[in-house]
């Protein structure tokens, strides 16, 4: 059966499925909820072979910050740091190093928002790095308690805490890496370079014994986003036609940084008074033992080099994407739209006698714009912009509507009760996948590390409540059977796969000691958490040959990428973020160019379960992209995004799977006569 499953290609599996579907049904898929078992015969009929999707999410990392320098297999091209001769293969300044430089701006205008200021400078170092909010104590002087971790003051401690989704050699990772400085200092681990670094990237893993250290994070929020990213038609070419030089980055961290919730200006500012300096420059290097797993399944999988965070800016307007394909906006609660509190509502513009220092935003400050509407503080130059782009993309912004732009809670608890605290967005009626899924007895579940604590509204839950898209809706959270059967814990996820029952689609999320975000994870406790999870998925044989795992972050967390971005509307879409897709469908270590983003993933669903698109405006209406051989990652039909099918082959024979590498960590020996990188972005 399972030979003969491996075997089908797309053009045979719809004639195929039928006579699979009673089997399969009853040995890999039972049902979820009562409403559900058996599984319904709706999640058996696919467009492809697969009948399984599981969307593992981490977190605010860009593609270049993860493979700026990844040199792909014979025959395949990458567009990163090391292609274009921004770095070289062992992390230093390579011959075009000055395409990443970044500049210093002035904005001193009170009465508007400069998306693309005119007055800049290059930066001659950059700022120094800051250390931020990082934990600050040495792993060789432990405290005596782990009442705040990371890192944990013993290995039994951290045991405790995330054995159960963990392998035991990763759990260490959790007990060393903190800065052992002061917060908000310049983060002097870079020893004599520290301010002196040059202008561009700089291998960020070089601070420590290995890239497993605590780092700071730098600014990713939605105004912000747009001006690092300095988009302006007027810097147009044929291959960045919407003349976006993610050149301001460094400046703008250093200006405003995380956002002023309204405050004056701090006294006697430096560009280390927002505690970030050039953090977002940082990246790592696959190339000197980074990020071991990722390199391993790029290498035998697939990963995409244009995959985008949907939403400029951070966690929660991205993470909504995954499940909606939209933007969700400010209600009374009843579901109508409503008028925000003042406090809430996002102003980028500098206060007087300032450089940059936005007026009200921050994380309990502004996070909503009203961008239907051209006067409000920072929408009439992202209109006037999305406007001058020759497709004249639709912003699509419904008239009067408050969009959420960053991170405020969902307006509901784990236990169904409607979320009352200050910085929460409604109750939202806009649908999600979810809808649609139900409607069609697709069977599906969101997996949230720490779920059972957080239902239990306990105050150390790990559970990151802004990332579950399902949590802002109404039509959803009002229902506990539905609640009860689709919203779960890891430790059920793991029971679902070790008895062969998980369903058609599963969203996964690692709680906030492993999604790797900066500052509070770091990026291999994410690849651990998703090194775990895979080979779960890979020990069940049945499950395995009809699964496809996409591993990606929510962001990119504000750091620099050199790639293309697409405006799609006036949300986004923001800087590339790593796409890796683990599939006995996805072999041979390909790199897949098709512009894509969050809403990708939904359209995936679409099409391989014969679904209809969301609503009439959510992003899965788009088509998908055409694009040229000889310009690989620009749309000619912007904006459009991609289903992720190419990133199959689904007429491939795959009798001959990999033996499972096991658990372990270091770069596959096979890859070691690769041939050499060239320039550009042409084969390596």
Not at 117 to 133: E, M, W
Not at 491 to 514: N, Q, R, T
Request: with cysteine; glycine share 10%; net charge negative.
């Amino acid at each position: 059966m399972n030979v003969e499953r491996d075997r089908l290609s797309l053009g045979r599996c719809a004639l195929s499925v039928a006579g699979l579907a009673s089997t399969i049904a009853l040995a890999v898929h039972p049902g979820l909820a009562s409403s559900q078992s058996p599984m319904p015969d709706a999640s058996m009929d696919t467009a492809s072979p697969i009948k399984h999707v599981i969307v593992i999410v981490g977190e605010n990392r860009t593609f270049d910050h993860v493979f700026g320098a990844y040199k792909p297999r014979h025959g395949q091209s990458v567009s990163n740091l090391l292609s274009k001769g921004i770095v070289t293969e062992d992390g230093k300044p390579g011959p075009n190093f000055s395409l990443a430089a970044q500049y210093t701006a002035v904005a001193q205008n009170p009465n508007r928002f400069d998306l693309s200021p005119r007055d800049k400078r290059l930066y001659s170092v950059l700022p120094a790095p800051n250390t931020g909010s990082t934990a600050t104590r040495a792993s060789d002087t432990p405290t005596t308690a782990d009442t705040s971790p990371p890192p944990f003051a013993t290995y039994a401690a951290a045991q405790q805490r995330e054995g159960a989704v963990l392998y035991p050699d990763d759990i260490k990772q959790l007990t060393y890496g903190a800065t052992g400085l002061p917060q908000k200092v310049p983060d002097t681990r870079f020893g004599a370079n520290t301010f002196a670094l040059p202008n561009g990237p700089y291998q960020i893993s070089r601070v420590g014994p290995d890239y497993n250290q605590y780092m700071n994070s730098p600014v990713h929020r939605f105004y912000q986003n747009w001006q690092q990213s300095d988009c302006n038609v007027a810097h147009a070419t044929r291959d960045n036609p919407s003349g976006c030089k993610m050149d301001l980055f460094a400046w703008v961290e250093t200006s405003a940084g995380a956002g002023s919730n309204g405050r004056p200006i701090p006294a006697n500012f430096t560009d280390q008074s927002t505690g970030e300096g050039a953090t977002a420059l940082g990246y790592y290097n696959v190339n000197t033992g980074d990020m071991p797993y990722f390199y391993q399944l790029a290498r035998e999988y697939t990963i995409s080099d244009n995959y985008h965070q949907p939403v400029m800016g951070g966690t929660g307007a991205n993470s909504i994407m995954i499940g909606t394909a939209d933007a969700l906006y400010y209600t009374d609660g009843k579901g109508n739209a409503a008028r925000p509190p003042q406090l809430q509502i996002e102003n980028p513009r500098p206060q007087a006698n300032t450089n940059n220092w936005y007026t009200q935003d921050g994380y309990s400050g502004g996070s909503y714009s009203n961008c239907s509407d051209r006067g409000q503080p920072g929408v009439g130059a992202v209109r006037r912009y999305l406007d001058s782009l020759p497709y004249h993309p639709d912003a699509n912004c419904s008239p009067g509507k408050w969009y959420l732009l960053n991170n405020y809670n969902p307006g509901y608890n784990g236990n169904g009760s409607v979320n009352t605290s200050e910085f929460t967005i409604p109750p939202s009626p806009v649908r999600t996948i979810g809808d649609t899924l139900l409607e069609k007895s697709i069977s599906w579940k969101y997996y949230g590390e720490g779920w059972q604590t957080f239902a239990a509204q306990s105050p150390t839950s790990v559970y990151c409540n802004i990332c579950n898209p399902f949590l802002y809706e109404s039509a959803i959270m009002t229902k506990p059977d539905i609640v009860k059967a689709h919203l779960q814990d890891t430790s059920d996820l793991y029971a679902d796969i070790s008895k062969g029952v998980l369903p058609a689609v599963s969203f996964v999320k690692p709680g906030g000691l492993l999604d790797g975000h900066p500052e509070s994870s770091k990026f291999g406790l994410f690849e651990a958490f998703t090194h775990k999870l895979v080979d779960a998925v890979k020990s069940n044989p049945a499950l395995w040959a009809s699964t496809a795992i996409f591993i990606t972050t929510d962001e990119g967390g504000g750091y620099y990428d050199s790639g293309y971005i697409q405006p799609v509307d006036f949300f986004g879409d923001g800087p590339r973020i790593p796409l890796i897709v683990v599939s006995p469908y996805s072999r041979g270590g390909r790199v897949v160019h098709e512009y894509a983003d969050h809403a990708s993933i939904v359209k995936f669903i679409d099409r391989n379960w014969k679904l209809s698109p969301i609503t009439s405006r959510s992003r899965d209406n788009l088509p998908n992209p055409v694009q040229q051989p000889d310009s690989p990652y620009v749309p000619v039909n912007a904006p459009a995004i991609g289903d992720l099918f190419q990133s199959f082959r689904f007429d491939h024979d795959h009798r001959h799977d990999d033996d499972d590498h096991g658990h372990g960590h270091g770069h596959d020996s096979k890859d070691d006569d690769d041939a050499p990188g060239s320039k550009g972005m042409m084969p390596f």
